[in-house]
């Protein structure tokens, strides 16, 4: 082979070692992102059950209030000296009631280590993630000189 030729070829293979190399420095990133895609996406399920919960607990004093806030003459236990109390004690009944069901769910739990200093965090497997790309290590670099 002549030299020129031989030397092209070299020069393509070392190319096509690089692009080989980004290409699985690149999957490993998007497979990365994707999992921490997944953590958020069950996150937010989780904040979705936790508002849920907490609309349904103050629907059922307002469903009561506005019940008996509709100033019908013909409801006999608005004429009741204990209906004021009682439709108060409804309400609270019903609201520790639900907040009591919700937490046995397992829907009003409080997630601890949430944010972006928390290693365990989405967002900081992202930065993870992103760091260890060629490109994600130089905005790493960049952000701890500006920051």
């Not at 030299?3 to 490993?28: F, K, P």
């Not at 000296?81 to 907040?99: K, N, Q």
């Not at 046995?104 to 992103?130: D, Q, Y």
Request: glycine share 8%; with cysteine; net charge positive.
């Amino acid at each position: 082979m002549p030299g020129e030729l031989l030397a092209y070829l070299q020069d393509l293979g070392d190319h096509l070692g690089h692009v080989i190399s980004e290409t699985g420095e690149l999957r490993d990133a998007l497979s990365q992102i994707l999992s921490v895609n997944a953590l958020v996406a069950q996150r937010q399920n989780e904040d979705m059950k936790k508002i849920s919960g907490w609309a349904a607990i103050l629907f059922a004093p307002t469903l009561i209030a506005a019940v008996y806030g509709m100033n019908f003459d013909l409801m006999p236990e608005l004429h009741w000296t204990a209906g004021y109390p009682a439709a108060v004690g409804l309400m609270i009944a019903f609201a520790v009631a639900l907040y009591l069901v919700f937490k046995w769910k397992k829907w009003m739990e409080r997630h601890e280590g949430r944010g972006r200093h928390c290693p365990g965090s989405a967002s900081s497997a992202l930065v993870r993630t992103t760091e260890r790309t060629p490109n994600g290590r130089k905005a790493a670099q960049a952000r701890a000189r500006s920051g």
